[in-house]
């Protein structure tokens, strides 16, 4: 069991999502919490939703029992990030309420306070149309990871808030937010899941703006950076679709 579980790793540490999805899911009663956390990534990329959901809450809880406030906090943002993002209003609602007792005796500063801010802010574009609370909110979340290092959430919350400018009409300043979030994605190293829902927020934006040009480039780093994982499901698909949509604004219809 331990050996299988150490393949898993292994097959996680090189991208292989779904030998190691396969290997944790197999194990998945005995293992740790840090293993818990890589089942709910590779799960997800590989399509496995409801299992990534349940590693990322069995994770919570772990880290609740451990004292761990700031690991907890990260799996309730994870999950609320996909059901936020998967459209799927009571289980995101209830996950983001949970984030949000979880900090409600941190000071205002604290970091968990930008993963809380950045689902309030997405959850004010998808469920509610409320740009202005999603702005504030997106800001807020971008100001506060980026004065706590944490490069990652900063770029999503800075992309997010880009699109939301883009939708109020302020397309030059939402523009350059995306040019500065998709900067921090090709040149340092995020999570693949973080990596592959910039890339597709980016590559939306530009269709809506019809921005050929930085849609095409996008779209190509998103062609490249799925190449080498091919058990992606999330991100793949979509990366041909906006390749192929990108190919008929520039005329061409063959390729």
Same mark, same amino acid.
């Given at each position: 069991?331990?050996?299988?579980?150490?393949?898993?790793?292994?097959?996680?540490?090189?991208?292989?999502?779904?030998?190691?999805? #396969?290997? *944790?899911? &197999?194990?998945?009663?005995?293992?740790?919490?840090?293993? +818990?956390? %890589? @089942? $709910?990534?590779c799960a997800? =990329?590989?399509?496995?939703?409801?299992?990534?959901?349940?590693?990322?809450?069995?994770?919570?809880?772990?880290?609740?029992?451990?004292?761990?406030?700031?690991?907890?906090?990260?799996?309730?943002?994870?999950?609320?990030?996909?059901?936020?993002?998967?459209?799927?209003?009571?289980?995101?609602?209830?996950?983001?309420?949970?984030?949000?007792?979880?900090?409600?005796?941190?000071?205002?500063?604290?970091?968990?306070?930008?993963?809380?801010?950045?689902?309030?802010?997405?959850?004010?574009?998808?469920?509610?149309?409320?740009?202005?609370?999603?702005?504030?909110?997106?800001?807020?979340? #971008?100001? *506060?990871? &980026?004065?706590?290092?944490?490069?990652?959430?900063?770029? +999503?919350? %800075? @992309? $997010?808030?880009?699109?939301? =400018?883009?939708?109020?009409?302020?397309?030059?300043?939402?523009?350059?937010?995306?040019?500065?979030a998709m900067?921090?994605?090709?040149?340092?190293?995020?999570?693949?899941?973080?990596?592959?829902?910039?890339?597709?927020?980016?590559?939306?934006?530009?269709?809506?703006?019809?921005?050929?040009?930085?849609?095409?480039?996008?779209?190509?780093?998103?062609?490249?950076?799925?190449?080498?994982?091919?058990?992606?499901?999330p991100f793949?698909?979509?990366?041909?679709?906006?390749?192929?949509?990108?190919?008929?604004?520039?005329?061409?219809?063959?390729?």
């Open positions: 069991m331990a050996e299988a579980v150490e393949r898993a790793r292994r097959s996680y540490a090189r991208q292989a999502w779904g030998d190691a999805c #396969a290997g *944790l899911l &197999a194990n998945v009663e005995s293992l740790d919490v840090e293993d +818990l956390e %890589r @089942l $709910a990534v997800y =990329l590989v399509g496995k939703e409801q299992e990534s959901d349940n590693a990322w809450a069995r994770a919570h809880r772990l880290r609740l029992a451990e004292g761990d406030l700031d690991g907890a906090a990260r799996c309730a943002f994870w999950i609320g990030f996909r059901l936020v993002n998967s459209h799927e209003r009571p289980e995101a609602n209830g996950w983001i309420a949970r984030l949000g007792r979880l900090v409600e005796d941190l000071p205002a500063d604290a970091a968990p306070r930008a993963q809380l801010a950045y689902l309030t802010g997405l959850r004010a574009v998808f469920d509610e149309g409320d740009l202005v609370t999603a702005a504030a909110d997106l800001g807020r979340a #971008a100001t *506060l990871a &980026a004065s706590h290092f944490d490069i990652e959430l900063a770029a +999503l919350a %800075r @992309l $997010a808030l880009g699109r939301v =400018l883009v939708f109020q009409g302020r397309i030059t300043e939402g523009v350059h937010l995306l040019d500065d900067l921090t994605v090709r040149s340092e190293k995020l999570s693949p899941i973080a990596v592959g829902d910039s890339y597709c927020t980016a590559i939306d934006a530009c269709h809506d703006l019809f921005d050929v040009q930085r849609g095409q480039d996008w779209t190509d780093g998103l062609t490249r950076w799925c190449a080498h994982q091919p058990d992606l499901v793949a698909g979509i990366c041909q679709v906006h390749r192929a949509e990108f190919l008929q604004l520039k005329g061409a219809w063959v390729e």
